[in-house]
């Protein structure tokens, strides 16, 4: 081969080469475009998925029907919780069996949603069993009654444990929240 036809050569290997650089890099800008628009499709399907969170619970439980029985602790040191069972009107609606750190994450001041449902206005019954360990370790089962009137409009009430130290027992409450 002649220097002319090598010349010929290099010359179409460095056309194809620079065209190949060239389309690479109008790849990868393409790539970049593509990644962004996929974050913003990805941030507006999050911002959908919580209004349909939204608009499901406030067609499950509107307002007007709603009850909500929320969980909370006070100190601890006469009763370790180790589960909750939760009646409404004599109906089983909410049973839990508390790990290690859900009963810590209580102690140190979390409220937990136990139930939440739909209940028509008029009297209403909610007996919560709590069972754990008592005062010197022994096996502990207490419950708490709250007989409620249920009116027009959202209805939350707290189980509340609170030690009591008078009495070096714990103690069961329950409130209505308005």
Not at 8 to 26: I, K, P, R, W
Not at 50 to 79: C, K
Request: hydrophobic content about 40%; aromatic content about 10%; proline content about 2%.
């Amino acid at each position: 081969m002649n220097q002319s036809g090598n010349r010929f050569f290099q010359t179409v290997a460095c056309v194809v080469l620079l065209a190949t650089v060239s389309g690479l890099q109008v790849a990868a800008a393409d790539f970049q475009n593509l990644d962004s628009e996929v974050q913003d499709l990805k941030k507006e399907l999050m911002e959908l998925n919580r209004d349909l969170f939204i608009l499901e619970e406030e067609l499950l439980f509107p307002a007007n029907t709603q009850v909500t029985v929320f969980l909370s602790m006070d100190v601890g040191e006469y009763f370790a919780l180790d589960a909750v069972d939760l009646k409404v009107d004599g109906k089983k609606v909410s049973s839990w069996l508390y790990t290690e750190r859900e009963a810590d994450a209580l102690l140190r001041g979390g409220v937990q949603r136990l139930y939440m449902g739909n209940l028509k206005a008029g009297e209403h019954e909610l007996v919560a069993v709590f069972t754990g360990k008592g005062p010197r370790e022994r096996d502990y089962r207490r419950a708490t009654t709250l007989k409620f009137s249920k009116g027009l409009g959202a209805k939350f009430v707290e189980l509340q444990i609170r030690d009591s130290e008078r009495n070096m027992q714990p103690e069961f409450d329950t409130r209505e929240w308005d």
